[in-house]
């Protein structure tokens, strides 16, 4: 049989997900995050940390989405693999931190799995990559706390327990451009009031500099 007369793969419409966690032996980050909450939390007791991946995936078959589970989710003698309800039923008591790239945000991790699937399988899913920071021997205080520390909310946010069960969510339109109309033709007593408005780090010589600038290409400054 040729090449040619194969079928080719094709998006299968299943989602399937699996929660990667370091062993506790093999878990540097773990040990990070303690030396955080005992120096800049005041942590004293015994605390158990657990840290991870949740992958959710789109578009592969169970047999695939299996067959992967060594090559592309986990390292077998490192990882230990669960399942949803098997992850909830072991963490739930404590709240778990779920940092993840927020709508929009590009996610290495994510597309790595995605392009390692595709050279597996041949087609291309949709991968999900949400982090898990399940600590246990803390307080609420302390744990939301950490949790404004580990996630950085100009480009990720806190994910949901509960696993996707429809497309991605839609990335809002970005508002408009704006621009200083009239910048080119600012007075001096204008351009004080913009910069100190703009709250920008430049002197009148810094803006008459750029005043000439735009007008030589014959727009004014977007912000």
Same mark, same amino acid.
């Given at each position: 049989?040729?090449?040619?007369?194969?079928?080719?793969?094709?998006?299968?419409?299943?989602?399937?997900?699996?929660?990667?966690?370091?062993?506790?032996?093999?878990?540097?980050?773990?040990?990070?995050?303690?030396?955080?909450?005992?120096?800049?939390?005041? =942590?004293?007791?015994?605390?158990?940390?657990?840290?991870?991946?949740?992958?959710?995936?789109?578009?592969?078959? *169970?047999?695939?989405?299996?067959?992967?589970?060594?090559?592309?989710?986990?390292?077998?003698?490192?990882?230990?693999?669960?399942?949803?309800?098997?992850?909830? %039923? %072991?963490?739930?008591?404590?709240?778990?931190?779920?940092?993840?790239?927020?709508?929009?945000?590009?996610?290495?991790?994510?597309?790595?799995?995605?392009?390692?699937?595709?050279?597996?399988?041949?087609?291309?899913?949709? =991968?999900?990559?949400?982090?898990?920071?399940?600590?246990?021997?803390?307080?609420?205080?302390? *744990?939301?706390?950490?949790?404004?520390?580990?996630?950085?909310?100009?480009?990720?946010?806190?994910?949901? *327990?509960?696993? %996707?069960?429809?497309?991605?969510?839609?990335?809002?339109?970005?508002?408009?451009?704006?621009?200083?109309?009239?910048?080119?033709?600012?007075?001096?007593?204008?351009?004080?009031?913009?910069?100190?408005?703009?709250?920008?780090?430049?002197?009148?010589?810094?803006?008459?500099?750029?005043?000439?600038?735009?007008?030589?290409?014959?727009?004014?400054?977007? =912000?």
């Amino acid at each position: 049989m040729s090449l040619s007369t194969l079928a080719a793969p094709e998006f299968v419409d299943e989602r399937h997900a699996c929660y990667v966690l370091k062993k506790p032996e093999h878990d540097p980050k773990a040990k990070h995050i303690e030396g955080m909450l005992r120096r800049q939390l005041g =942590v004293t007791g015994p605390v158990t940390i657990r840290t991870g991946y949740r992958y959710q995936v789109h578009g592969l078959g *169970r047999a695939d989405f299996d067959a992967s589970m060594g090559t592309v989710f986990a390292e077998h003698p490192i990882n230990d693999v669960l399942s949803h309800d098997e992850f909830r %039923a %072991a963490f739930d008591h404590c709240d778990p931190i779920l940092p993840e790239a927020d709508a929009g945000q590009f996610d290495i991790t994510a597309e790595s799995a995605a392009q390692c699937l595709q050279l597996q399988h041949g087609i291309k899913p949709d =991968v999900q990559m949400t982090q898990i920071v399940a600590v246990e021997g803390i307080s609420p205080q302390q *744990r939301e706390t950490l949790q404004r520390l580990l996630i950085n909310p100009v480009d990720s946010r806190q994910g949901s *327990r509960n696993l %996707a069960t429809g497309p991605r969510e839609k990335i809002p339109e970005p508002p408009p451009v704006r621009t200083i109309e009239g910048f080119r033709t600012l007075d001096a007593g204008a351009r004080k009031t913009l910069s100190k408005d703009q709250k920008l780090a430049m002197n009148d010589v810094d803006l008459v500099k750029l005043q000439e600038h735009f007008s030589a290409e014959g727009r004014d400054p977007t =912000v």
